[in-house]
C-alpha cells in the first residue's frame, strides 16, 4: 500500500514538473543593459562586445521583418498605456528581440543609448545609459512580456535571429508636405476650399477624421498615414475627384473602411495595419489601379469579386503572413504588377499563367521549392524576383524576361532556362550551390550585370581558368561580373 502511495506521488509531482518546464519554456527572457552584462560579463568573449557584435546582427528578413516588429510593438504600447514618443527624452530606446525557429521570443534586452561626435578620435560615438524616465522602465517590461506572449512571428529561419529596434522617446516634428494643407488649424481657416486638392492630415495622433476634412470637395490626394485611426467613415468615399488616399500606418481592421462605390479612387494605401483579409466590398472601389495591402497580417484571401475590379493594375502584398498562394487572383486578369515579398509561400499554382498582362512578379523571401511551368505563359513577363527561397530548378520562362534574380536559392546547376533569355539585361544567380562553371553567356547581347558570387565552383581550383576565361568573355561584351 505504502509502495503505491509513493508511485501515485511521484506520479503527481513529475506532472508538477512537466508542467512547470513548459511553462518555462514558454517564457521570454526579458533583460536590460545592467543584467545583461551581469549573465554574460564573466564569460570569455561576453558581455557589451558580444552584444553589440551579436544582438544587432540582422537574419535574412532585415528591414521588413524589423519594420513590422516595430510598428506592431508601437500600436500593442499604445493599447497598454505606453506612448514611447512621450517621454521628451534626446536619447533613444534601443529593444533587440531574439527570434527562434517557430516565430517566438527567446529573449529581449533593452537599453537607452544616444550617440555624439568624439573630437578625440574624430567619429560618433555611442553612450549608454541605465537611468531611465520616470516610469518607462517598469511600463516596458510589462508590454514587453505581454507582447511575447501574444504576438508572433512568421520566421523564415531555421536559426535564432536578432531583430533590433530603435525606438524615439520624443516627439518629432511632422514633415510638411507642400502644396498641401498640413493641420486641421489650416484646415479651418483655409477662405477657399475649392481650391484646395491636397490634404496632408498624416502624424496628427487623429482618432477620428476631422469633420473639417469635408470642406474640400475637389479633394484629389488625402494623407491620413501615421494616425490612430480604427474606423474610416462612409462619407469619405464620397470625394468625386479623389485619386490618391493613404490610410497606413494606423489601427484598421478588416471591418474598419465601411466602401461605398466611388468611381475615382485610383491608388489606397493600407500598409502597416490590423489586416488579416482583403477587406470586404473593396470591389466597390471601381477604378482601383494599385492596392498597398503590405506589412499587415494577412493570413487569408478570400474571393472579393475580382472580376468587378478591372481596372487593378498592382497588387502588394508585401511582409504579411501568407503560407498558401491565394485563390481567384486569376480574375485580376489585367494586373501586371504582383507582389509576395516576405510571406511563407511553398509553392505557386499553376493559375498564376493565366494573369496574362503581369510584368512584374515579386516571390522573393518565402519557402518557395518549386515553380509551375504555367509560369512561362506570363508572355508580358519583364522582372521576375525569386531569391530567397529553396529552388533547384528554372522553369521556362517568356523571352521577354529582361530581371531575373534566383540568388540565395539550392540551384546545383545553372539553370538552362536562363540561356533563352534574349533580352535578359540583369542576372542574379549569386549564394547558390552551382557546381559547374556556366557556359558561356557572352551569347546574349542584352545582358549588361552578372551578379554570379558564392557559388562552390569559385572555390574548386580545377575551374579557375575555366572561370576566369568565363569572366574575360563576357566583359568583352561590356557585362560586369560581380
Known amino acids: 500500500m505504502q509502495l503505491f502511495q509513493y508511485l501515485r506521488f511521484m506520479k503527481y509531482v513529475l506532472v508538477l514538473l512537466l508542467i512547470l518546464s513548459l511553462h518555462s519554456f514558454g517564457q521570454t527572457e526579458i533583460l536590460n543593459l545592467g543584467q545583461y552584462e551581469e549573465r554574460y560579463n564573466s564569460m570569455p568573449g561576453r558581455g ?19 519594420n513590422k516588429l516595430a510598428y506592431n ?24 528581440f531574439e527570434l527562434g525557429r517557430e516565430g517566438e521570443f527567446k529573449s529581449v534586452v533593452y537599453w537607452l543609448e544616444d550617440f555624439s561626435y568624439d573630437d578625440s578620435t574624430k567619429m560618433m560615438k555611442r553612450f549608454f545609459y541605465d537611468e531611465y524616465p520616470a516610469g518607462l522602465e517598469s511600463k516596458l517590461r510589462t508590454v514587453i512580456g505581454a507582447f511575447c506572449q501574444s504576438y508572433k512571428m512568421n520566421s523564415l529561419s531555421l536559426n535564432s535571429e536578432f531583430y533590433p529596434l530603435n525606438l524615439r522617446l520624443n516627439k518629432q516634428p511632422k514633415k510638411l508636405s507642400p502644396g498641401s494643407i498640413n493641420s486641421v488649424q489650416e484646415a479651418f481657416e483655409t ?30 490626394k488625402l494623407d491620413l498615414s501615421e ?5 474610416l467613415p462612409r462619407d469619405l468615399w464620397r470625394f468625386e475627384n479623389l485619386t490618391e488616399l493613404d490610410v497606413s500606418k494606423n489601427l484598421l481592421g478588416n471591418e474598419s473602411f465601411h466602401f461605398k462605390r466611388n468611381k475615382s479612387l485610383e491608388v489606397l494605401n493600407m500598409q502597416f495595419n490590423r489586416i488579416s483579409e482583403m477587406p ?9 489601379k494599385d492596392v498597398l495591402l503590405g506589412n499587415n497580417q494577412l493570413l487569408t484571401f478570400s474571393e472579393q469579386r475580382f472580376r468587378k475590379m478591372p481596372a487593378l493594375r498592382s497588387l502588394n502584398l508585401y511582409n504579411g503572413e501568407l503560407k498558401e498562394y491565394p485563390d481567384h487572383l486569376d480574375k485580376l486578369e489585367n494586373l501586371e504588377e504582383l507582389d509576395f515579398y516576405y510571406n511563407a509561400l511553398t509553392l505557386i499554382s499553376p493559375e498564376i499563367g493565366k494573369l496574362k498582362h503581369l ?44 530581371y531575373l534574380d534566383i540568388g540565395y536559392n539550392n540551384f546545383v ?17 549569386s549564394n547558390n550551390a552551382i557546381l559547374k562553371v556556366p557556359s558561356d553567356l557572352s551569347k546574349n547581347q542584352s545582358l549588361s550585370t552578372l551578379f554570379i558570387n558564392n557559388n562552390p565552383f569559385q572555390k574548386d581550383k580545377r575551374q579557375h581558368k575555366a572561370f576566369a576565361d568565363f569572366v574575360v568573355n563576357l566583359e568583352k561584351n561590356s557585362v560586369k561580373v560581380r
Open 48 to 66: 557589451i562586445k558580444h552584444l553589440l557584435n551579436s544582438r544587432t546582427t540582422f537574419g535574412q528578413w532585415k528591414g521588413a521583418g524589423r
Open 280 to 288: 470586404d466590398g473593396i470591389w466597390k472601389l471601381k477604378s482601383l
Open 73 to 96: 510593438l508601437k500600436t500593442f504600447a499604445l493599447e497598454k498605456g505606453l506612448d514611447f514618443e512621450s517621454y521628451n527624452s534626446e536619447k533613444s530606446l534601443h529593444i533587440t
Open 359 to 402: 510584368k512584374r512578379l515579386a516571390l522573393s523571401n518565402n519557402k518557395i521549392w518549386k515553380l509551375p511551368k504555367e509560369i512561362g505563359q506570363l508572355q508580358h513577363l519583364e522582372f521576375l524576383y525569386v531569391h530567397h527561397n529553396k529552388l533547384r530548378e528554372l522553369p521556362a520562362l517568356s523571352s521577354t524576361v529582361t
Open 227 to 231: 494616425n490612430k485611426l480604427r474606423e
Open 191 to 220: 477662405t477657399r476650399p475649392d481650391t484646395v486638392t491636397k490634404v496632408d492630415f498624416s502624424e496628427l495622433d487623429l482618432q477620428d477624421i476631422p469633420v473639417v476634412l469635408f470642406r474640400f470637395e475637389n479633394l484629389k
Open 413 to 429: 546547376e545553372f539553370p538552362e532556362a536562363v540561356y533563352s533569355l534574349n533580352l535578359l539585361n540583369e542576372l542574379d544567380v
